[in-house]
């Protein structure tokens, strides 16, 4: 991917040109940041509404209908639900594991093959989660296994 940036002309109004053979997810997705300026995340702690970037993220979790976001240091609460986040989320980078775990591909540190056909994978805090098998073959197209 080439990125051209030039030098806009006073009485011009910022512009973001776009050349591509398709449109595919992962670039809407780059769009809409550009669009509506969302870089960071809203998660909540404490009765407080804190501000995180995606790539601090580890993983999401669902328990009893609240999704939870594990950074390094800290679990939030979000209000969104696992599938909104995959629709939000870069799949490049952001994936599903099981029907309720989304893991951060860039924060694993290990995959080994366990029973059943399923994978664990072993994040960078320690944590590890099971990859259901129905996940599986997403997981190795994205890795290119």
């Not at 056909?117 to 098998?133: C, M």
Request: glycine residues 4%; charged residues 30%; aromatic residues 12%.
């Amino acid at each position: 991917m080439k990125v051209t940036i030039l030098e806009k002309k006073p009485d011009e109004e910022d512009e973001l040109i776009v050349k591509c053979d398709y449109l595919d997810e992962n670039l809407t997705k780059l769009i809409n940041q550009f669009k509506t300026g969302k870089g960071k995340m809203n998660f909540y702690k404490d009765s407080k509404i804190v501000f995180v970037e995606p790539e601090e993220v580890l993983y999401f979790e669902s328990v009893d209908d609240i999704v939870f976001a594990y950074t390094k240091d800290c679990v939030y609460e979000t209000k969104l639900k696992l599938y909104q986040l995959e629709e939000e989320l870069p799949s490049s980078v952001f994936f599903r594991a099981n029907k309720s775990v989304i893991v951060n591909l860039d924060k694993i540190s290990s995959l080994v093959p366990i029973f059943g056909g399923r994978f664990e994978a072993t994040l960078e805090n320690g944590y590890k989660v099971v990859i259901s098998r129905n996940y599986l073959n997403t997981l190795k197209e994205i890795l290119g296994l």
